[in-house]
């Protein structure tokens, strides 16, 4: 039973009322950090340097450890690494071994598991990669990857090949050749920065990035996906709002999979970035145990929209090796869809996709709301299920042809 469900008295309250509460904003807390000075919380390099990285670390801080994550948390010395920050780590229920922050930062034994169709680069980001650490999979646009580091690590993330080089890939970004062949390459419209997470560099060193690529003249337009504002919103801090501001049209893409992640201190974090002029958007991954909830989902998008972030990406879960437990059903996230569509305000509903394996891009899934199309009308279903007519040729056109004989009434 999730945290929100025991602040309920231990029934599951019914889903409206499941909805407000998940939709209250609460400070993340001290937590086991309670004597540590203001200052030092407030600190996100104390926040770093304070992360829990450690199976001992964890059983002091989290008695009601499972067999199961204790034993993840071991093997996670030589895959994925574990890192959570003080701030994220509060969020946890220690009462819940179902507690959704849990299942997304805990490793878990069930992470050996791989079946023969998962991989360690399930959207073949290596086979687009024209030079270390640059995917150029789409026409127009590139993903830059400047690091390999997080501020907390994701159980389920798609470069977990990469990210805290705990497996042994060993990335070593080269700026210099990642930013010549965007120079060359003037079909580049849009750069997305990436990573690991871009937001670990000091102001200084992202500032220099960004002036190098919007030196470009054919760069019209930069991104950074970042999951810092939730991890370590201690980041956000005025400097690097006053230094990202130079470098519009900027775009963040933030990560958030479930609405306990939005904090009051996230919030206001995210608040500092919008009032800098940075529009934000959210992406999420549909996780078993997180999120493949309607009631959830739709707390997590409306709460996005008070945060003044447009959700704008549910990802089905890639086929990463090791995630089995943690990915939920296509159809699960069809029906999710449906109950968003038209149940709640158009700016909050993302679009739900699936990265195609191997490399095919993102594809857009969506419930069928056209039934049938034929010769002389489109058949199509509203978000209650009635079904309407909208009436064309089968060649698009209109089907009323308008009469030549027309009589142009005198003017009086
Ligand atoms: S923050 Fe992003 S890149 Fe880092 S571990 Fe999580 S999903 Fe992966």
């Not at 509203?382 to 009589?407: C, L, Q, T």
Request: proline letters at 8%.
């Amino acid at each position: 039973m999730s945290r929100d469900f025991v602040e309920a008295g231990g029934e599951e309250p019914p889903p409206d009322q499941r909805l407000q509460q998940l939709k209250q904003f609460h400070p993340a807390g001290r937590g086991p950090w309670a004597s540590v000075p203001d200052a030092d919380w407030n600190d996100w390099k104390w926040q770093l340097k304070h992360r829990v990285t450690t199976v001992e670390q964890l059983e002091q801080l989290l008695p009601t450890l499972t067999r199961k994550e204790r034993a993840g948390a071991i093997l996670s010395r030589t895959k994925l690494a574990m890192a959570i920050t003080p701030h994220f780590f509060n969020l946890i229920d220690p009462k819940d071994e179902n507690c959704p922050i849990r299942w997304q930062m805990i490793p878990r034994l069930e992470e050996t598991n791989v079946a023969p169709w998962e991989t360690s680069d399930p959207c073949g980001e290596d086979s687009h990669s024209p030079v270390p650490g640059l995917v150029h999979r789409y026409p127009d646009r590139v993903l830059f990857l400047v690091t390999d580091r997080c501020a907390a690590y994701c159980r389920y993330c798609t470069r977990s090949r990469l990210v805290s080089n705990a497996s042994g890939y060993d990335f070593h970004p080269e700026f210099d050749r990642q930013i010549d062949y965007i120079a060359k390459h003037t079909e580049i419209r849009d750069v997305l920065l990436s990573g690991g997470d871009p937001l670990l560099f000091s102001d200084e060193k992202l500032e220099y990035l960004l002036s190098r690529l919007r030196a470009l003249k054919h760069i019209e337009f930069l991104r950074i996906g970042t999951r810092i504002p939730l991890f370590l919103p201690q980041r956000i801090t005025p400097e690097l709002c006053a230094m990202l501001r130079q470098f519009h049209p900027l775009f963040i893409s933030v990560h958030t999979n479930h609405p306990r992640e939005l904090t009051t201190e996230v919030r206001d974090a995210l608040g500092r970035l919008a009032d800098a002029g940075i529009p934000l958007g959210n992406q999420s991954v549909l996780l078993k145990h997180v999120n493949d909830d309607p009631v959830v989902m739709k707390a997590l998008v409306q709460k996005l929209l008070i945060c003044r972030v447009r959700p704008y990406y549910v990802y089905q879960c890639d086929l990463i090796a090791g995630s089995a437990h943690l990915r939920s059903s296509v159809r699960r996230g069809l029906d999710i869809m449906k109950s968003l569509r038209g149940h709640t305000t158009g700016y909050a509903v993302p679009q739900y996709v699936i990265d195609a394996p191997g490399g095919g891009g993102k594809v857009p899934v969506n419930p069928d709301y056209v039934l049938s199309r034929n010769a002389d009308r489109v058949v199509i279903r509203n978000f209650e299920g009635k079904v309407f007519e909208y009436i064309e040729g089968a060649d698009g056109a209109p089907r009323f042809k308008p009469s030549e004989d027309f009589h142009v009434p005198e003017m009086v």
